[in-house]
């Protein structure tokens, strides 16, 4: 089992490049199923989730392979329609596949998903917007089977923005005849990845980031080249890793938009923020102050994916916070070992109270989660003593080589196994 071995009180200071989005990456090889020829991914990260996604597309029929930051994906083999269980298993978005899968070949068997625990995440919302579009799929021993032989274009309305289910239908139109509407979609700047990802390919899709995605049919998609948006989620973990820590970061490859519901909450009370084009400069040299009240909502709100680090960060601000999970139910589990380290915090239903503490001390916590990992490491980053994170193969399908990154940086962090 490997571990994170964190000596905390560390300043943070230098530069760093922020590597490519996992969440933009993910669906963009699903994307890779439809189309024909020879598709080259650059800069692309190595993450857990992205190289089983990979190892997904390649049990589909598509040779691949990885040289320096780029992949190489031939499309033109992929001959299969059923994911394998041993692969979605690892992680949920294997689930983006079925849309892809069914508009190619008009059938689909897919297991249900895996990924982290953190709440119930279920997929009802997918399948009912494919089969808005027409396709069959019967839910049998524990596997999705689906035939969308008679899909057609359709107008789908959502219950709720997903990002996963807008993604899936997106992918599951591109082939269809005459014009797709999404109603309530998701607006992630991810979601406009794909669609430009796919557009570069010969999709029409308009409006990606707007509540409402069309969606002209098209009879093929070509191979091409394409370099997917970085990660926010990995921004704004380090962004709050140098409030928490102190001191002075540079981030390339910043796209400000993405982040700027974090920069409001944090921007003038318990730092400096400064950008100028893809460089984020994060200055901070005193204990954060308390915020009243953070709200997970879907984009461009307040990300549910940075909700642990920034209660990592209030555990140890001056005065009562307030955090409202509004997303998923099970998102709190990070707080019994935040508790472990020394932070007052209270949970009741889906709203944590936090009162800061001016000190947390070291101790042994463990993973649950990828983003509650990562908070687990920010509170380390600060707490006096040793710190010792377990189960990080959580944390390593988010960030990749995540101690490497805040070594560089300064920190007092390795990489240990424990036997």
Same mark, same amino acid.
């Given at each position: 089992?490997?571990?994170?071995?964190?000596?905390?009180?560390?300043?943070?200071?230098?530069?760093?490049?922020?590597?490519?989005?996992?969440?933009?990456?993910?669906?963009?090889?699903?994307?890779?199923?439809?189309?024909?020829?020879?598709?080259?991914?650059?800069?692309?990260?190595?993450?857990?989730?992205?190289?089983?996604?990979?190892?997904?597309?390649?049990?589909?029929?598509?040779?691949?392979?990885? #040289?320096?930051?780029?992949?190489?994906?031939?499309?033109?083999?992929?001959? !299969?329609?059923?994911?394998?269980?041993?692969?979605?298993?690892?992680?949920?978005?294997?689930?983006?596949?079925?849309?892809?899968?069914?508009?190619?070949?008009?059938?689909?068997?897919?297991?249900?998903?895996?990924?982290?625990?953190?709440?119930?995440?279920?997929?009802?919302? #997918?399948?009912?917007?494919?089969?808005?579009?027409?396709?069959?799929?019967?839910?049998? #021993?524990?596997?999705?089977?689906?035939?969308? =032989?008679?899909?057609?274009?359709?107008?789908?309305?959502?219950?709720?923005? =997903?990002?996963?289910?807008?993604?899936?239908?997106?992918?599951?139109?591109?082939?269809?005849?005459?014009?797709? !509407?999404?109603?309530? &979609?998701?607006?992630?700047?991810?979601?406009?990845?794909?669609?430009?990802?796919?557009?570069?390919?010969?999709?029409?899709?308009?409006?990606?980031?707007?509540?409402?995605?069309?969606?002209?049919?098209?009879?093929?998609?070509?191979?091409?080249?394409?370099?997917?948006?970085?990660?926010?989620?990995?921004?704004?973990?380090?962004?709050?890793?140098?409030?928490?820590?102190?001191?002075?970061?540079?981030?390339?490859?910043? &796209?400000?938009?993405?982040?700027?519901?974090?920069?409001?909450?944090? !921007?003038?009370?318990?730092?400096?923020?400064?950008?100028?084009?893809?460089?984020?400069?994060?200055?901070?040299? /005193?204990?954060?102050?308390?915020?009243?009240?953070?709200?997970?909502?879907?984009?461009?709100?307040?990300?549910?994916?940075?909700?642990?680090?920034?209660?990592?960060?209030?555990?140890?601000?001056?005065?009562?916070?307030?955090?409202?999970?509004?997303?998923?139910? =099970?998102?709190?589990?990070?707080?019994?070992?935040? /508790? !472990?380290?020394?932070?007052?915090?209270?949970?009741?239903?889906?709203?944590?109270?936090?009162?800061?503490?001016?000190?947390?001390?070291?101790?042994?916590?463990?993973?649950?989660?990828?983003?509650?990992?990562?908070?687990?490491?920010?509170?380390?980053?600060?707490?006096?003593?040793?710190?010792?994170?377990?189960?990080?193969?959580?944390?390593?399908?988010?960030?990749?080589?995540?101690?490497?990154?805040?070594?560089?940086?300064?920190?007092?962090?390795?990489?240990?196994?424990?036997?």
């Amino acid at each position: 089992m490997e571990s994170f071995f964190i000596c905390g009180g560390n300043k943070l200071e230098g530069e760093l490049s922020i590597q490519t989005s996992k969440n933009a990456v993910l669906p963009i090889l699903a994307g890779c199923i439809l189309c024909e020829g020879e598709i080259v991914i650059h800069k692309f990260p190595k993450y857990d989730d992205t190289l089983t996604m990979l190892k997904i597309v390649e049990e589909l029929g598509a040779k691949t392979y990885i #040289h320096d930051d780029d992949v190489v994906i031939k499309c033109d083999s992929i001959q !299969k329609s059923e994911i394998p269980s041993n692969l979605a298993s690892k992680i949920r978005s294997s689930i983006f596949s079925l849309g892809a899968i069914l508009s190619r070949f008009k059938k689909a068997k897919v297991p249900y998903p895996g990924g982290c625990a953190i709440g119930a995440r279920p997929i009802d919302l #997918h399948i009912k917007g494919l089969e808005q579009l027409g396709a069959k799929i019967v839910d049998k #021993h524990g596997f999705l089977y689906c035939d969308g =032989s008679n899909m057609k274009s359709a107008v789908v309305s959502l219950d709720f923005p =997903s990002v996963g289910a807008t993604e899936n239908i997106m992918l599951a139109s591109i082939f269809l005849t005459g014009k797709t !509407k999404i109603i309530n &979609c998701a607006k992630e700047p991810e979601i406009v990845d794909l669609a430009n990802f796919l557009n570069s390919l010969g999709a029409k899709i308009y409006n990606a980031g707007d509540s409402v995605i069309e969606i002209e049919g098209v009879q093929s998609l070509h191979g091409g080249e394409y370099t997917p948006i970085s990660d926010r989620i990995v921004t704004g973990t380090y962004m709050l890793a140098t409030v928490i820590c102190g001191g002075n970061v540079t981030l390339n490859n910043v &796209c400000y938009d993405h982040i700027a519901s974090l920069v409001h909450k944090i !921007k003038n009370n318990c730092c400096k923020v400064s950008i100028k084009g893809d460089k984020l400069t994060v200055i901070a040299n /005193k204990r954060p102050k308390a915020i009243s009240k953070i709200e997970t909502q879907p984009y461009p709100g307040f990300p549910t994916d940075l909700q642990p680090q920034i209660m990592s960060m209030l555990s140890i601000a001056k005065g009562t916070s307030v955090i409202v999970e509004n997303l998923f139910e =099970s998102r709190f589990k990070h707080v019994s070992m935040l /508790k !472990k380290l020394g932070a007052d915090i209270l949970v009741n239903d889906k709203t944590a109270i936090i009162k800061g503490v001016p000190m947390l001390y070291g101790a042994n916590v463990t993973c649950c989660d990828l983003r509650g990992g990562a908070g687990l490491v920010l509170a380390g980053l600060v707490a006096k003593g040793y710190t010792t994170v377990d189960d990080i193969h959580h944390i390593d399908r988010g960030y990749y080589r995540m101690e490497k990154d805040l070594q560089a940086l300064g920190a007092n962090i390795e990489r240990i196994t424990k036997v």
